[in-house]
């Protein structure tokens, strides 16, 4: 048996909590974060950088589609007889809530602690925890396969992950001075 809190299941069990969870704390971490300031705005950014204000409603589609995905998974450690599949589901679950909390660090980290160079460290751990959850996940018997809710958060992530990278590598010493 899995050592994931009971509570944790319980969370993901409920359908509008599994969705609106991950949505709302994301959007509390945004709100919290100061996006547009001076460091930021002075920052060299690599191509293809997406504007601003797409961030939001991609991050809250995908912080949906992640918490249904949870929640399918839930259904399976719940109803499932079988040990071995029960145990996968909860697995599953214990990475689902470790790269959430790896997705919310993210935002303070790059922003408000301006640190890219950490929180690259920390979105490509995110993004290896998220494909292992995916993998895993993927597995399962749901009624929807969760393939297809998560394809899309490796998708962004790997992009997100560009960015980030981007970030550090066209700003380290910048001007010979260090900005990260």
């Known amino acids: 048996m899995s050592a994931l809190p009971s509570f944790l299941v319980d ?3 409920i359908p509008a909590v599994a969705v609106g969870l991950p949505i709302a704390i994301g959007g509390l971490v945004g709100y919290n974060v100061n996006t547009k300031n001076a460091w930021y705005a002075s920052l060299k950014q690599p ?6 204000w797409a ?13 249904y995905a949870s929640h399918l998974v839930a259904e399976v450690a ?5 040990p071995a599949t029960r145990d996968t589901a909860l697995g599953a679950l214990g ?8 997705n919310f ?3 303070p980290l790059f922003f408000s602690a301006k640190r890219p160079i950490v929180a690259l460290a920390d979105i490509g751990v995110l993004t290896a925890t998220v494909f292992a959850m995916t993998d895993i996940m993927n597995v399962l018997p749901t009624r929807v396969p969760t393939f297809y809710l998560l394809a899309p958060y490796c998708g962004w992530l790997c992009y ?11 700003n380290w010493n910048a001007k ?3 900005k990260l």
């Open 78 to 82: 719940v109803k499932n007889i079988d």
């Open 160 to 170: 997100a992950t560009y960015l980030n990278g981007g970030i550090a590598y066209l």
């Open 176 to 178: 010979g001075e260090r």
């Open 105 to 107: 660090a993210w935002m």
């Open 95 to 102: 990475l689902y809530y470790a790269q959430l909390a790896l």
């Open 11 to 13: 969370i993901a069990r």
């Open 47 to 52: 191509p293809a950088n997406p504007p601003d």
């Open 55 to 67: 961030f939001g409603p991609v991050w809250t589609i995908l912080y949906g589609m992640m918490g």
